[in-house]
Every structure is written in C-alpha cells, then in structure tokens.
C-alpha cells in the first residue's frame, strides 16, 4: 500500500513558477513509477508528466521545457517544478503511482494509487 499526498499548490500569476510535492508513506516507494495528472474545471482528467522508479522523466508536448518532475526515493517524495506557468495550467494537479514493468504509464487506470489533489490557479 502506498499513500500520496500532495502540497504546494496555489494561486499564481501568469509567467510565474511554482513547485508541487509528492509525498509517499511506505517504504517500497521507489518501486513505483510515478506521474502527475491534472483536471480543469469542466475537463477530465489529462495525464501531464511522470518519472520511472529510476529517474527518467516523460512529459508531454504542453509542458514539455516548462514542467520538470524529479524524486528523492530516500526522502519518499517526487517533486514537480512548474515555470512558466500559463493560465490553461489551471488545474487540480494529482499525482499517482503504479508498478508496471513499462513506462511512461499514461492511463489513469493503470495506476493504483492517487492523492487528494492540489489546486494551482494561474492568473492573466
């Protein structure tokens, strides 16, 4: 069982940068692929980026060289830098966890656990 809970999310202007945490209780964490999700307010849930239990990242092409995701299996946390934050960032930002063999997982379904969410509001 793994538990995620994220933190540091807020409102920001538009240009500004901002770091969310992932923080994982159990101490098989670094057997888990990683990845953050988000959803706007009348949209699902969109896949964003993630990192493979040994540090490779993925990400896709809307925040790909603005979003940069990285962990510390010791300390149990994945961390996302978000810089150049745009007002469609605006979002309810989750992170998961799953364990398959392949990566980068961009399903929902396929990861087997979720946080609660965290708000990250950027402003024109």
């Known amino acids: 069982q793994v538990q995620l809970v994220e933190s540091g999310g807020g409102l920001v202007q538009a240009g500004d940068s901002l770091r969310l945490s992932c923080s994982a209780s159990g101490r098989t964490f670094s057997r888990y692929n990683v990845g953050w999700f988000r959803q706007a307010p009348g949209h699902e849930r969109e896949f964003v980026i993630a990192i493979s239990r040994s540090g490779t990242p993925y990400s896709t092409s809307s925040v790909k060289g603005r979003f940069t995701i990285s962990r510390d299996n010791a300390k149990n946390t994945v961390s996302l830098l978000m810089n150049n934050l745009k007002p469609e960032d605006t979002a309810v930002y989750y992170c998961?966890?799953?364990?398959?063999?392949?990566?980068?997982?961009?399903?929902?379904?396929?990861?087997?656990?979720w946080g609660q969410g965290t708000q990250v509001t950027v402003s024109s």
């Open positions: 998961a966890a799953e364990a398959r063999i392949t990566f980068p997982v961009l399903r929902e379904d396929e990861y087997s656990y």
